[in-house]
């Protein structure tokens, strides 16, 4: 069945479509042609690549042509794709959720789709540790007065009122303990942190204390961090309330979701010193908007623009992921991570 199989990877700047071809021509027992955007595309050759193809639909039409494979991170499967794509059987979305494939259109033409699940979870919690203590010793913001201005202002933190905390015997509260979470459990375990957890939905042994209340887990908590999926239940998770019974001077980080936090309530806790610090790569609004009142709380937060899941292996593990259920479905053997 390979050998009649055509595969187009449609990749991007970070899930590089060489990485889908390489990784798929280490599954399929098959020579694998590399095609970049040269059109018209050839007829020939089980694997073609599309660069860029996130905001392509045109693009994405005119390469799928006598394909039956998609492997993509980003480009757009729409129902106008999937309606031109008569031969397409099989689209493999290299992220955690294929949130830029119609599902309900995939199901009409009787595509299957899959994802690549776990494929960032391990550089998301490093991400989440390095922010917190990021966070807690102020290290964004020494760096800047020195390396940016030159300036040895930054020695202030050398005192007991601007010193930061260490991770050692600190009550750290984490919501959520799924992939993520659990291994920032694992390391801040390993910091000697107190950690505590709470996640109604997870059974069996944690890595820290289990708290059965969320309110519980604030009030304990010098630092809380978000691990929860963004659902109907959780959006605007942590608000005015949540964040008022988290104790003074306490620190919040968020590399999880964005709306899972009320950012307005948050800028009002760290503007009037309820909150000492607070880490965030994920915000309500991406880009970060130019008017957002956390531009001018730089001394008291930590920004990064959603880089959590970035990481060389983290490319590399979801082309192979990709590139494993690909595999799967050429074989006939049932798909690992199949959602329609």
């Known amino acids: 069945m390979s050998e009649h199989v055509r595969v187009l990877a449609a990749g991007d700047h970070f899930i590089l479509p060489s990485l889908i071809r390489q990784a798929i021509g280490g599954e399929l027992p098959c020579e694998v042609t590399e095609l970049t955007l040269g059109w018209p595309l050839e007829p020939f050759g089980p694997v073609a690549e599309v660069t860029e193809a996130s905001d392509a639909e045109d693009e994405l039409i005119e390469a799928l042509a006598d394909t039956q494979v998609l492997v993509t991170q980003m480009g757009p499967v729409t129902e106008r794709v999937l309606d031109a794509c008569p031969d397409l059987r099989l689209v493999v979305v290299c992220r955690g959720g294929p949130v830029n494939v119609n599902l309900d259109a995939a199901e009409r033409h009787d595509v299957r789709v899959c994802f690549s699940p776990g494929r960032n979870a391990a550089a998301t919690a490093e991400f989440t540790v390095g922010l917190l203590l990021s966070a807690l010793r102020r290290i964004p913001q020494a760096h800047n007065l020195l390396a940016g201005q030159g300036s040895w202002q930054g020695a202030t933190y050398y005192t007991y009122e601007h010193s930061g905390l260490e991770l050692e015997d600190l009550p750290v509260g984490l919501v959520g303990y799924g992939a993520v979470g659990s291994r920032v459990a694992r390391a801040l375990c390993a910091f000697g942190a107190q950690v505590m957890v709470h996640d109604p939905y997870?059974?069996?042994?944690?890595?820290?204390?289990?708290?059965?209340?969320?309110?519980?887990?604030?009030?304990?908590?010098?630092?809380?961090?978000?691990?929860?999926?963004?659902?109907?239940?959780?959006?605007?998770?942590?608000?005015?309330?949540?964040?008022?019974?988290?104790?003074?001077?306490?620190?919040?980080?968020?590399?999880?979701?964005?709306?899972?936090?009320?950012?307005?309530?948050?800028?009002?806790?760290?503007?009037?010193g309820r909150l000492s610090a607070a880490a965030l790569d994920t915000y309500a609004t991406e880009p970060l908007p130019a008017d957002s009142r956390l531009h001018a709380l730089a001394d008291r937060v930590v920004l990064t623009p959603h880089l959590g899941g970035a990481s060389r292996a983290v490319a590399e593990k979801a082309a192979r992921i990709a590139a494993e259920e690909v595999g799967r479905w050429v074989r006939g053997e049932p798909l690992a991570h199949c959602l329609t």
């Open 202 to 272: 997870v059974r069996g042994e944690i890595h820290g204390l289990r708290v059965h209340s969320l309110d519980e887990l604030l009030r304990r908590s010098r630092v809380v961090t978000l691990h929860a999926r963004l659902t109907a239940e959780t959006r605007g998770l942590i608000g005015a309330r949540e964040l008022a019974l988290l104790p003074e001077g306490a620190v919040v980080v968020n590399v999880a979701r964005g709306p899972l936090l009320d950012e307005d309530a948050l800028c009002d806790a760290l503007a009037s």
